[in-house]
């Protein structure tokens, strides 16, 4: 039995690592890694029976490690443990863990009770999320609000300034096609014609990456990414 703890920031790292050997003292050793490929080795490495996540550390995030160690270690239970709860991530993790999986997502804000607690729970077999991410969860698990893959994707291209036609090409569909799922998108950030003044005074797209922003659709990560495949 052991766990594997990674996170980018020295400081929270050694405070997981110290709260879980005080209290997990049954599933020691607990390996540490700072950042995605690490601790990825090294729960290959030593088959730990749970690993916790921070989303965001270089080289490979959290979401990216959780896949990976889904698809090769799937027996290891994962905390993702984070200061994000960002539609945007909920959604990713979702994607890659199996609807039967042992998991957990939580805030860094959670007391040391709360997590031991998911700790425990997912070592059980059960899942763990922190109260404002059921939130997210269900919201965005609601058809009417609920984003489709194909929205996303037209939202992410919005993000750096693609117009629909480049949108179009790069995602081999027609400019027609694309307009369809913007309406989709507008309809479901609920911006409708109305709302957008009888003369042309409020740009729909700039007020849909408004709303995706604050609700948490896009992130500085996300836009990083893509800007490295559409450089300037």
Known sequence: MSIVVADDKAREREWLVELLARELSDQVPIHAAADGNEALKLVLAHKPTLVFLDIEMPGMSGIKAAEQIVKRQPLTGIIIISHHSD??????????????????????????????????????????????????????????????????????????GLTDRAIARHLCITEKAVQARLKGLYGKLCILPKDCGDNDEVNRRCRAMNIAVRRGLINKSELEELENFFPA
Do not use: M, N
């Open 87 to 160: 539609e945007i991530w909920v959604r990713e993790l979702w994607k890659v863990i199996p609807s039967d999986g042992a998991f957990g997502y939580l805030l860094k804000e959670s007391s040391d009770k709360q997590i031991i607690e998911a700790a425990r729970a997912v070592l059980s077999g059960d899942c763990a999320i922190h109260p404002h991410v059921q939130r997210i969860v269900r919201r965005s698990q609601t058809g009417t609000f609920s984003l489709s893959d194909g929205e996303f994707e037209v939202l992410s291209f919005l993000s750096i």
